[in-house]
């Protein structure tokens, strides 16, 4: 039984932060690669971020590279995203995401199908 609750999602003007945070139960949470996706209404879930077990390597999408920013505390089971100069098009529901596997890479999380577990989602709007 695996579960991610995720939280911090709302509303921010453009050039806005937001901190999302997720936690996770039912799994060694050490043992597993963690990632972020989002998916606008009318479009595809596409992978935002990911972090390996120990947090030492990072993975962003060239889209929010150096304003986005994903990371771990494995003794709290937690992963969170910090967001800064938020854009409108950064405007989404937010799922933190686990692996399928405990041998999956930062790599590998950039594939839908690599994911095994969910969170519920969070919205995140930013307005012009």
């Known amino acids: 039984q695996v579960q991610l609750v995720e939280s911090g999602g709302g509303w921010v003007q453009t050039g806005g932060s937001l901190r999302l945070s997720c936690v996770a139960s039912?799994?060694?949470?050490?043992?597993?690669?963690m990632g972020w996706f989002r998916q606008a209404p009318g479009k595809e879930r596409e992978f935002v971020a990911a972090?390996?077990?120990?947090?030492?390597?990072?993975y962003c999408a060239d889209s929010v590279k150096g304003r986005f920013t994903i990371s771990r505390d494995n003794a709290k089971n937690t992963v969170a995203l910090q967001m800064n100069s938020l854009k409108p098009e950064d405007t989404a529901v937010y799922y933190c995401?686990?692996?399928?596997?405990?041998?999956?890479?930062?790599?590998?999380?950039?594939?839908?199908?690599?994911?095994?577990?969910w969170g519920q989602g969070t919205q995140v709007t930013v307005s012009s």
């Open positions: 995401a686990g692996p399928r596997s405990p041998y999956s890479t930062v790599q590998d999380m950039q594939v839908t199908s690599r994911v095994g577990y």
């Open positions: 039912g799994r060694t949470f050490s043992s597993y690669v």
């Open positions: 972090i390996n077990k120990s947090g030492s390597i990072t």
